[in-house]
């Protein structure tokens, strides 16, 4: 799963594509809390767009989510669509299924194989609010994540960010850590509980009490940060110490983490930029620009065997 790329709309060729959730039902347009699939009629112009609120939306979770029964599977060479339909809301979405999308059970908190979904199964299809998607219907769309509910106990899932007390941060669930509660990053490694702070988190959970906001213990936790992973394994690869910090090489890591990195020899100014993000440093000055604001690193870029290297912290600002 990937992480936020920025809010956008543009219209091109008669179509709107846009980042932010819309609802629109089959035989009226209706605003549902919880069923967020984009289901518009194309027209030569462009898309009526009905906002849901989205950015209260993105503080609380960067996933929207589309609940229903599987309805059918094609296929199309190596591409596999799931139809799923809310029939309660006369929703239908069409979801493209790559590898890398996860897939688990409520009842096992297991993942489970793509080629086990089959018609009939009660899924809720998570995905990224964050991307631009062509405004159509029915609506097809790249999920991050599907949970199947199947078997007699169908277990509860929660996706959403947790603060440092690990309450939602939407307020609605307090969790409560067991000794026998499983902590695992998406890449499936062992984490701590202070990994999962400003995670976006899939909670597994069976019981939770009637107090506001609800508590719960809960059964597994996977935190779903690739990103994070994939940083971790380029530090480990090549980094040095310095007072107790980790020194790591600035341009094979961040054009690893899809930013662009250009060096100035009239300034001296080196330029990280991705999207709408510029970030301008300098070998010897703690301080860095972040569009047009100034901020601070705990040591100074340093030049070494001809690369630069920065503190492992600057590299957080490159996964928000």
């Known amino acids: 799963m990937k992480k936020k790329v920025g809010i956008a709309t543009v219209v091109l060729t008669g179509m709107t594509i846009i980042s932010t959730p819309v609802f629109t039902s089959a035989e009226s347009e209706t605003q549902d809390e919880k069923a967020v699939p984009i289901l518009l009629e194309e027209t030569e112009e462009k898309a009526d767009l009905i906002s849901d609120n989205s950015s ?5 979770s960067d996933y929207g989510m589309a609940q229903g029964v599987i309805t059918g599977i094609e296929k199309d060479g190596d591409v596999v669509t799931l139809i799923v339909e809310d029939k309660e809301k006369s929703l239908v979405t069409h979801f493209t299924l790559s590898e890398d999308v996860l897939a688990f059970s409520s009842a096992t908190t297991d993942e489970i194989a ?14 990224d609010n964050t991307k631009p998607r062509i405004m159509i219907y029915p609506a097809v769309i790249e999920p991050e994540l ?60 069976k019981m939770e009490t009637k107090s506001l906001p609800a508590q719960t213990t809960p059964t597994k936790i996977v935190a779903l940060d690739p990103l994070h992973d994939e940083l971790e394994e380029l530090v480990e690869k090549d980094h040095y110490m310095k007072n107790g910090t ?17 060096w100035s020899k009239k300034t001296g100014l080196i330029t990280v930029t991705k999207g709408n993000r510029n970030i301008t440093l300098e070998i010897g000055n703690k301080e860095y620009g972040l569009n047009k604001a100034i901020h601070k690193l705990e040591h100074a870029p340093e ?4 690369k630069t ?3 492992r912290e600057f590299f957080d600002l490159l996964l928000k």
Do not use: C
């Open 303 to 306: 030049l070494k065997d001809k």
């Open 114 to 127: 793509h080629d086990t979904l089959k018609e009939d199964l009660q899924v809720e299809v998570y995905f």
């Open 309 to 311: 290297y920065v503190p």
């Open 56 to 60: 209260n939306q993105e503080n609380v």
């Open 146 to 205: 599907i949970i199947v509910h199947d078997g007699e106990e169908k277990g509860q899932v929660k996706v959403g960010k947790f603060d440092e007390n690990l309450l939602s941060l939407d307020g609605e669930l307090q969790l409560k850590l067991a000794e026998d509660t499983k902590l695992v990053s998406e890449s499936k490694k062992t984490i701590t509980k202070a990994d999962l702070k400003d995670k976006e988190l899939l909670v597994f959970y």
């Open 246 to 262: 980790k020194m790591v090489p600035l341009r094979s890591i961040a054009e690893q983490l899809g930013n662009a990195v250009t």
